[in-house]
């Protein structure tokens, strides 16, 4: 397909440093700065690499980076918690906090997702006058029948509009789901994707050599889904992790989105 097929360029790329989280803890500063020369716009954070908010935020700047998401877990939005949490994500020049799973108290059952998506809802009320956004990030587990239901659409149809939706494209086509059919389901809500290449055939395929109907996916994002930021995720060892975000974000200009 031809890179007018894939739409515009009007989304950022970032990279969600999980993917690179071995060169990271080898090396964080000259990890950034490689991913800043690629072309990445921003990375998400799913730790910290025992540096303060203000030590990332500083080679974040140096990297020519912006923090476009945090991975964390709903207790750190909860009660005294909240205030430490903002404070650091604002430091880091961060709007997005994703909750990247729940523990099972809030999965068991179909009022256990119901109470996480009230909790959810409150911290999106309680995060509004700083102008952050709580989300939540899906696996696979969220598209397994639960009580004659789907834990997914049990919980965002629970909770605000405010609570962002991030997609994990390879998590949900993983669990049987249609990644197309998802982004139509909540319009407006799908806040960041995270671009990972998923195949049945060609495990740890990247994205562009998978099955994933990216040119419709793009499309949704880029019309009524809302997206701000697209996130490379890859999670496979079929390649070198900076290899393969690379690779990633060079497909991406070969369609024409970066």
């Given amino acids: 397909m031809s890179p007018k097929e894939y739409g515009g360029n009007r989304i950022p790329f970032g990279v969600q440093l999980y993917s690179v989280r071995n060169d990271c803890a080898k090396d964080f500063p000259g990890t950034l700065a490689a991913l800043g020369k690629m072309g990445y716009k921003g990375v998400e954070f799913a730790d910290y690499f025992k540096r303060d908010a203000k030590t990332l935020?500083?080679?974040?700047?140096?990297?020519?980076?912006?923090?476009?998401?945090?991975?964390?877990?709903?207790?750190?939005?909860l009660g005294d918690k909240l205030s430490g949490t903002?404070?650091?994500?604002?430091?880091?020049?961060?709007?997005?906090?994703?909750?990247?799973?729940?523990?099972?108290?809030?999965?068991?059952?179909?009022?256990?997702?119901?109470?996480?998506a009230d909790l959810?809802?409150?911290?999106?009320?309680?995060?509004?006058?700083?102008?952050?956004?709580?989300g939540y990030h899906n696996h696979e587990t969220e598209f397994k029948s639960?009580?004659?239901?789907?834990?997914?659409?049990?919980?965002?149809?629970?909770?605000?509009?405010?609570?962002?939706?991030?997609?994990?494209?390879?998590?949900?086509?993983?669990?049987?789901?249609?990644?197309?059919?998802?982004?139509?389901?909540?319009?407006?809500?799908?806040a960041s994707i995270h671009v990972k290449g998923f195949s049945k055939s060609k495990p740890?395929?990247?994205?562009?050599?998978?099955?994933?109907?990216?040119?419709?996916?793009?499309?949704?994002?880029?019309?009524?889904a809302g997206t701000e930021w697209y996130i490379v995720e890859y999670e496979s060892?079929?390649?070198?992790?900076?290899?393969?975000?690379?690779?990633?974000?060079?497909?991406?200009r070969q369609w024409g989105k970066c």
């Fill in 237 to 252: 060892d079929l390649y070198p992790p900076l290899i393969a975000v690379e690779k990633t974000l060079d497909r991406m």
């Fill in 86 to 116: 903002v404070e650091f994500n604002q430091t880091l020049g961060n709007s997005f906090l994703i909750v990247r799973m729940f523990p099972s108290k809030y999965t068991v059952d179909k009022a256990s997702w119901e109470r996480a």
């Fill in 146 to 190: 639960l009580e004659g239901g789907m834990p997914w659409e049990i919980f965002f149809k629970r909770t605000r509009k405010e609570v962002a939706i991030q997609l994990d494209t390879a998590n949900a086509a993983s669990a049987g789901a249609d990644p197309v059919l998802l982004l139509k389901k909540f319009p407006g809500r799908a």
């Fill in 57 to 77: 935020r500083r080679m974040l700047d140096e990297s020519g980076l912006k923090c476009c998401g945090t991975h964390i877990y709903l207790d750190d939005m």
């Fill in 204 to 224: 740890g395929a990247l994205v562009g050599d998978d099955e994933l109907a990216w040119k419709d996916i793009f499309r949704l994002c880029e019309t009524t």
């Fill in 120 to 134: 959810c809802s409150e911290v999106a009320e309680n995060l509004k006058p700083h102008g952050m956004r709580i």
